[in-house]
């Protein structure tokens, strides 16, 4: 390879690499760019602004507001809404740095049992703790993406254009950074290549000790080669979407879907085939997600009622 082969051969490599950067960015990272940018927005508003836009957005999960009857005879506190007529409390916990809590899960469901409500609501564009959705079988928690997915329809036009505008900047300044590492990279292989570029090509093969030195490296590098690594553990997203895709497949199941993040919702043609033990068979699978709830909704007339089971405790 001559000089100037590595040098062109740097540079192809430093355009390729910047292209799909800069792809990725903008095909993948944009979006999260546009979550960031409102869930700074929900974090700067007032938590009672904020507990009526969740309110308002719960409205699709068969939650209803608050009369201002009902508030007059409870007075002060808590919001609350209402499904099926019972009760529950929502509370918002301000702040991206905020972090939900096992144990202010656990205080939040004592308060719950104590008020006599069916169950909580908790709410916050920082992040819920994995095992805090552990702690409470009648807590819904909504955190970060989660969040900004439910209540972001609702905003106003000019917010949502003036996250855009903030996630195309971003966007943009991460292109620049991409593009510079990936030609300095490019301009360092090539000159790499230089290293071991020939001047001229005679025809007649390296004799003597360079012959040698040039093909020393390479059975260094054989006999050095690293293992594969193993695969990578499925996060919690990856094993929710992969349970949807299993369960719709067990026999006599017509789909599912994830209700609340702690909460299957799993739609039967048959109950009989589709039993407690092949779906539990799929859910053990799962470490991250095996205590999940599981809604069983019979087929449209039959007399089954909905049942509730959980195949793994806490």
């Known amino acids: 390879m001559t000089a100037a082969a590595a040098l062109i051969t740097g540079i192809v490599i430093a355009l390729l690499v910047a292209g799909i950067w800069i792809a990725y960015i903008w095909k993948g990272r944009q979006s999260r760019f546009q979550t960031q940018a409102g869930l700074r927005i929900l974090s700067g508003m007032r938590w009672r602004e904020l507990s009526n836009l969740v309110v308002d957005a719960l409205a699709d999960s068969g939650f209803e507001r608050e009369t201002s009857e009902q508030q007059s005879a409870r007075g002060a506190g808590d919001v609350r809404v209402y499904r099926d007529g019972r009760p529950w409390v929502l509370t918002c916990r301000q702040g991206l740095g905020h972090v939900v809590t096992r144990a202010s899960v656990e205080e939040f469901s004592r308060a719950v049992r104590i008020e006599h409500a069916a169950g909580g609501v908790v709410v916050t564009p920082g992040r819920v703790e994995p095992q805090a959705r552990q702690a409470g079988a009648n807590v819904e928690l909504v955190d970060g993406e989660e969040l900004w997915k439910l209540v972001g329809p609702l905003l106003p036009a ?10 195309r900047a971003r966007a943009l300044r991460a292109s ?40 020393r490296p390479a059975r260094v590098a054989n006999s050095t080669a690293a293992p594969a690594a193993p695969a990578a553990p499925m996060s919690e997203d990856e094993e929710r979407e992969a349970i949807v895709r299993e369960i719709a497949q067990v026999p006599g199941v ?37 205590s999940s709830r599981l809604q069983l909704q019979g087929p449209a007339g039959a007399d089954r009622p909905v049942r509730f089971i959980q195949c793994a405790v806490y």
């Open 254 to 290: 017509d789909k599912a879907l994830w209700s609340t993040r702690s909460t299957l919702q799993v739609f039967l043609n048959d109950p009989k085939i589709a039993n407690d033990a092949a779906l539990c068979a799929v859910m053990m699978r799962y470490d991250l997600l095996r």
């Open 176 to 215: 620049g950074t991409a593009l510079a590492v990936a030609t300095a990279s490019g301009l360092a292989i090539g000159y790499a290549l230089m290293q071991f570029a020939t001047p001229t090509d005679t025809g007649e093969p390296l004799a003597g000790p360079r012959a040698t030195a040039t093909h």
């Open 158 to 167: 000019s917010v949502h254009s003036e996250i855009a505008t903030h996630a």
